[in-house]
C-alpha cells in the first residue's frame, strides 16, 4: 500500500516515521522541504506538491493546522483532487470543523476520491509510540481501506458516524483536555506556593481522585522538567476551543466553563506562550504570583 503525507510537523512527522518502519511506501509534500530531510534519509521520498503525492498514493493522510489549509491542499490548483485516481482515501487527522469536513468531503466525492474526518487524540507521546486514537467520520468501506494505517499508528479506530462527526467528538475531547489541564496548571501553582512541590503533587495525586490522563501526561513530562517546547500548542488549543464554542453557539447551548478557558488561553496566547504546549499555562498562571517551573 502507498502513502501519501501532506504535513509532518508535531503529529505529521512521528506518524510518517511509524510509517516508514512498518514497511509503507511513503511519500510526502513538505511546504518547508528541509524540517523533512530526516524523513528523507529514512526512506521518504520528498515530491513538489500534494497533487505528486495524490498520484503515487492509494491513501493520503493529512496533518495540518486548520480548515483553510485543508481546503487549499485538498482543492487547490495543485491539490490532491488535481493528481487523486477514484477509489483513493483521504485521511484526514486535522483537528478542524465539522463544517469544514463536510465541504472537502464533498468535494472529494465528486471526483470519486474518498474522504475520512479522522481527528487523533493521544498527543505527541502517542504519535511517537503508535498509540493514537483515531475518532472516524465516514463510510465504512473507506474506513476499511484506511484501516491498515491506521493500526500502525494508533491502538483505537472508533467509528463514530458520518463525515464531521469524528471532527465533532474531538472538539468534545478538547473541551475536558483543556478544561483539565488548566485546573492541573492553577492547582500546581497554588501548591507551589503553599511549599508542594511539583513531584509531590504528582506523585500523591496519582493515587487519589484528582487523577487523570492529564495529570500523568503534563507533570512528568513537562511541568517537573520544565520543558514545553513539544506537545500541543497553547495556539492550537485556542482554536480547537473556539470551533467548540462556535458548535455550541449553533446549538444553543451555553458552555461558561468552556468561555471562561478560551479567554484563559487567549490571555496566555498573548502573553508570549502561543508556541508552547497548554501545560506552560502553569507559568502564565504563576506569573501573577511569583512561581514560574523552569527548566530542570
Request: proline share 5%.
Amino acid at each position: 500500500m502507498k502513502i501519501g503525507i501532506i504535513g509532518t510537523g508535531t503529529m505529521g512527522k512521528p506518524m510518517a516515521r511509524n510509517l516508514l518502519k512498518a514497511k509503507f511506501s511513503v511519500g510526502i509534500f513538505a511546504r518547508h522541504p528541509e524540517k523533512a530531510q530526516d524523513l528523507k534519509k529514512e526512506g521518504a521520498r520528498l515530491l513538489p506538491s500534494a497533487a505528486e503525492v495524490s498520484r503515487e498514493s492509494d491513501c493520503i493522510l493529512l496533518s495540518l493546522p486548520f480548515d483553510p489549509e485543508v481546503e487549499e491542499v485538498v482543492s487547490g490548483e495543485k491539490g490532491v483532487l488535481a493528481g487523486a485516481s477514484p477509489g483513493t482515501v483521504i485521511l484526514d487527522t486535522t483537528t478542524g470543523s465539522p463544517r469544514g469536513a463536510k465541504k472537502v468531503a464533498a468535494e472529494a466525492r465528486g471526483r470519486g476520491v474518498g474522504y475520512l474526518d479522522a481527528p487523533i487524540s493521544g498527543g505527541y507521546q502517542g504519535a511517537i509510540e503508535g498509540r493514537l486514537t483515531f475518532i472516524v467520520g465516514g463510510e465504512e468501506k473507506e474506513l476499511e481501506k484506511a484501516r491498515p494505517v491506521m493500526e500502525k499508528l494508533g491502538t483505537n479506530i472508533f467509528p463514530v458516524g458520518p463525515v464531521g462527526t469524528g471532527r465533532a467528538v474531538k472538539a468534545l475531547n478538547q473541551i475536558i483536555a483543556a478544561l483539565n489541564t488548566l485546573t492541573i496548571c492553577e492547582t500546581v501553582v497554588l501548591g507551589k506556593k503553599l511549599g508542594v512541590s511539583p513531584r509531590t503533587f504528582y506523585e500523591v495525586l496519582s493515587h487519589c481522585a484528582a487523577n487523570s490522563y492529564h495529570l500523568q501526561t503534563k507533570l512528568p513530562h513537562f511541568i517537573i522538567p520544565g520543558k514545553f517546547d513539544t506537545g500541543h500548542r497553547i495556539e492550537m488549543m485556542l482554536k480547537d476551543l473556539e470551533i467548540a464554542l462556535q458548535l455550541a453557539k449553533e446549538e444553543k447551548v451555553s458552555m461558561l466553563f468552556t468561555a471562561l478557558a478560551t479567554e484563559l488561553y487567549r490571555a496566555g496566547s498573548s502573553a508570549g506562550y502561543a508556541g508552547k504546549d497548554i501545560s506552560a499555562m502553569c507559568n502564565f498562571l504563576g506569573s501573577f504570583v511569583g512561581i514560574d517551573f523552569p527548566k530542570t
